[in-house]
């Protein structure tokens, strides 16, 4: 794991572009793997700027996201379909056509199964966007007694629930159940970057990067992945020894 130390939570988003933009100069028709949550925003926002300032082109990337709530269609402002648009797909040229989120309608097994189709049929996935669950969790691959490969449905765990409830009326409104990419969908990327901001996160993150390999820590499986970039801030690395 390369860790890389940023003053703040700005410099953490100067520093993640800065990384997908050169994937995307490298590789134009690059695949990225990309992110909710609250973490990568900023991240975001500093690729809209070098889209519209740089000339950044999206024109030939294909996007799939980790995942999608169960039950929520595109346009509700709650589902991550929305949550990509309007955080970053309308900013940029990207085809619509090219971006993918699992799908939270259908039924799971069908939803599951298409999504690994269509990352093996894209060749893979060149570089993973991956923010951190308090609980330790990448995507929605909670805490368990094993590390699920596949895309799967899952059951939220509370702890998830009440940190999404920020985003939702009330707690009864969030959904109790997801679509993540697995383990090992994720595990396959060619190269990660794992985003992490906040004290908060402190202690989570160096279970994650001191601790030992375990589904009760789901990120604590990116120690055997041979491309791992960690950018966090001072913050969330106060409590990690490097
Ligand atoms: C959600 C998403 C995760 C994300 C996590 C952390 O549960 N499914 O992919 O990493 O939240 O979110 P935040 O960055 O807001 O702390």
Known sequence: MRIHKTKNYDELSRKAADLIFAQVMLRPACVLGLATG????????????????????????????????????????QS???????????????????????????????ACDEYERLIRNL???????????????????????????????????????DANTRFFANVDAVPRQAITMGIGTIM???????????????????????????????ASILQLHPDVTVIADEAALSKTAL
């Open 38 to 77: 609250s973490t990568p925003i900023g991240t975001y926002q500093c690729l809209i700027q070098d889209h519209q300032n740089k000339g950044l082109d999206f024109s030939q990337v294909v996007t799939v996201n980790l995942d999608e709530y169960r039950g929520l269609t595109g346009d509700n402002d």
């Open 80 to 110: 991550y379909r929305y949550f990509m648009n309007h955080q970053l797909f309308h900013h940029i040229n990207i085809p619509l056509s090219h971006t993918n989120v699992p799908n939270g309608i259908i039924a799971p097994d069908k």
């Open 123 to 161: 060749g893979g996935i060149d570089m993973q966007v991956l923010g951190l669950g308090h609980n330790g969790h990448i995507g929605f691959n909670e805490p368990a007694d094993h590390f699920v490969a596949d895309t799967h449905q899952v059951d939220l765990a509370q702890k998830t629930i």
């Open 188 to 218: 396959k990327a060619r190269k990660i970057l794992l985003l992490v901001s906040g004290e908060e996160k402190a202690d989570i993150l160096n279970q994650v990067i001191n601790g030992p390999i375990t589904p009760l820590v789901p």
